[in-house]
């Protein structure tokens, strides 16, 4: 073959020297070129797989592999041809792909990728649970089953009408269960029995053998009676509904302690009425007996419950007012009768029990608030018992939510100023308080001022004796309590065991308030702190409400001395002269 190669060379050699070769007119060189590239094969486990190109001017050719989905091709040892046949496959081999270099002298070509496909060999079919024989009663359905390995498989039921001798198909019965319907007693000993298919090849069950039989059908009871719940003296209904072969007849019966039955005479019908009921008929059970030839069948015992004569909801036990300290929770408990036993409803009321609400979820003899705080104090509860004869509603209870005294207490002057006749009482100036555009926005304030109406409930004493804290009402200073301006910070005095100020052993440690304005404010005090009176006039406003006393005590805001308490008396309405203010104590 080299020779032929050569030989060729010389002549075409010769043919381009004699055509003017040599003269700078070289022709192109023949090129390899791939005009059929290999194609995808599939192949079964076991198999060898073929790959095969077609390559135009090709003198050389190497096959390479791809196991990384073609990211790399490595050659294969002595696939050198233009077609290139596995080794032996397994289903390893599946995802290879394969190409081919095709080259000559002048250049090589590479064709596409093609991939390798293994598939698993087929097995052969095998049951490993044959079909078993089945008993029916005629009318019903009777099922076969077999459970087959193999690959790929397919059925077909076959029937023997002769005890087996011969077995025909049965048309459209091709799957793994094989259901005969309503079957007949002329279906009685056939056989049956499945061939189960593959490419592999086929196998046959055993034989499976129907029975159907005659037998009488025992009652059922297809409809149960129910429990039934009657107000006395309302009748009660019970019902039923058998079925059996023959059809049953049925018997009532009656029970007072579930174990021993009596037949009710004459209730032999699908329904049972009772006569009128009482109490004392609560908790009897009635049952049905059916029977036939094949058997008797008791039905369920159904339960009768009689209820007494409603009677509308009441409170035995009312809930009680509640006083707790803020964050604590507080509880209102009732205790409620009627009949039936009524449900129990809490409600809220935030507007001094004119508008109630349902509290979600409390709907038990005792309800429990949330944790409190003061916004909470003044809430009024209850509780609305409901049953069929009516509502009933509990009183209200209101609860009071006191404030967890302070410890580092604040004090501050309000912003705005008001005349002493018109402060609403020492209650009303707190609200001032409260409300003033200066409140630090947290905690209780009251006015510091006193007052005496001759009313607990309206008035406000610091001290009787000079200096003694004695004989007080509603003050607004505690006992050894460290006070400080509204920074927090800034101290103005400590308080002595009688609650106030002891100005006999010194100045405030700094004023209320460290702004240059003085800032008086309404206390009707002494410098001693009793209520400042003149000529028998108390000095503080008529109680700091409309009246005919029209003078108070001034205090001033930026003094440290006796004079933050009783600086001067004059008219409750110098408000024009920036007078006016109140002193706010937090509590």
Request: with cysteine; hydrophobic share 35%; proline share 5%.
């Amino acid at each position: 073959m080299n020779t032929v190669r050569f030989l060729l060379v010389i002549l075409v050699s010769i043919a381009v020297t004699a055509c003017g070769g040599g003269s700078g007119n070289t022709p192109a060189p023949t090129l390899a070129n791939i005009t059929a590239q290999p194609a995808d094969q599939s192949v079964v486990e076991g198999n060898t797989a073929t790959f095969s190109v077609t390559a135009s001017n090709a003198v050389n050719y190497q096959w390479q592999i791809s196991t990384d989905g073609g990211a790399t091709f490595t050659d294969i040892v002595g696939a050198t041809a233009a077609s290139y046949t596995t080794p032996t496959t397994t289903i390893a081999d599946s995802g290879k792909q394969y190409r081919v270099v095709a080259s000559r002298s002048s250049n090589s070509v590479t064709s596409s990728a093609a991939t390798l496909t293994v598939t698993a060999a087929p097995i052969a079919p095998a049951i490993t649970v044959q079909p078993s024989n089945q008993t029916v009663i005629e009318n019903q359905n009777a099922s076969f089953s077999v459970t087959a390995t193999g690959t790929s498989l397919a059925y077909q039921w076959q029937r023997s009408t002769d005890n087996g001798a011969n077995f025909t198909d049965l048309a459209g019965e091709t799957s793994a269960t094989l259901t005969r319907t309503s079957v007949l007693l002329t279906d009685n000993g056939q056989q049956f029995r499945v061939v189960v298919t593959n490419v592999v090849g086929s196998i046959t069950s055993n034989a499976a053998t129907l029975t159907v039989n005659t037998t009488p059908v025992i009652p059922a009871f297809t409809t149960q009676p129910a429990n039934q719940s009657v107000t006395e003296p309302a009748t009660a209904s019970f019902s039923v509904i058998a079925t059996g072969t023959p059809a049953p007849t049925l018997q009532w019966q009656s029970s007072t302690d579930g174990a021993t039955w009596n037949d009710i005479v004459g209730e032999t019908g699908g329904s049972y009425t009772t006569p009128a009921t009482t109490v004392a008929d609560s908790g009897k059970q009635y049952r049905a007996v059916a029977t036939n030839s094949a058997g008797t069948t008791n039905s369920n015992a159904a339960t009768l419950t009689v209820a007494p004569t409603p009677v509308v909801p009441s409170f035995t036990a009312q809930p009680a007012n509640q006083s707790v300290t803020e964050p604590n929770t507080a509880t209102f408990s009732v205790t409620a009768a009627g009949v039936p036993t009524p449900n129990l409803q809490w409600e809220l009321s935030t507007d001094n029990g004119a508008n109630w609400s349902n509290i979600t979820g409390a709907t038990a003899a005792s309800y429990t608030t949330p944790a409190t705080t003061v916004a909470d104090s003044g809430k009024q509860y209850r509780a609305v018992a409901t049953n069929s004869a009516g509502i009933t509603n509990s009183n209200a209870a209101t609860l009071t939510v006191l404030q967890v005294p302070c410890v580092a207490c604040k004090i501050f002057i309000t912003a705005a100023k008001f005349d002493g006749n018109a402060l609403g009482g020492v209650k009303g100036a707190d609200q001032l308080c409260m409300q003033d555009a200066n409140y630090p926005g947290t905690a209780v304030y009251k006015a510091f001022l006193v007052a005496n109406t001759g009313n607990a409930n309206t008035s406000r004493i610091a001290s009787i004796s000079p200096n003694a804290g004695d004989g007080q009402i509603d003050w607004v200073l505690k006992a050894n309590t460290s006070y400080y301006q509204v920074d927090g910070t800034t101290l103005v005095m400590s308080t002595n065991a009688n609650a106030i100020f002891d100005f006999t052993k010194g100045a405030l440690t700094n004023p209320f308030h460290n702004k240059p304005d003085w800032m008086p404010f309404h206390t009707g005090m002494s410098m001693d702190w009793q209520i400042f009176s003149w000529a028998g006039t108390d000095f503080t406003c008529s109680g700091w409400q409309p009246g005919p006393t029209m003078s108070s005590v001034y205090g001033y805001a930026n003094d440290t001395s006796f004079n933050a308490i009783a600086a001067e008396a004059l008219a409750c309405n110098e408000m024009l002269s920036g007078y006016g203010h109140l002193a706010c104590i937090e509590q």
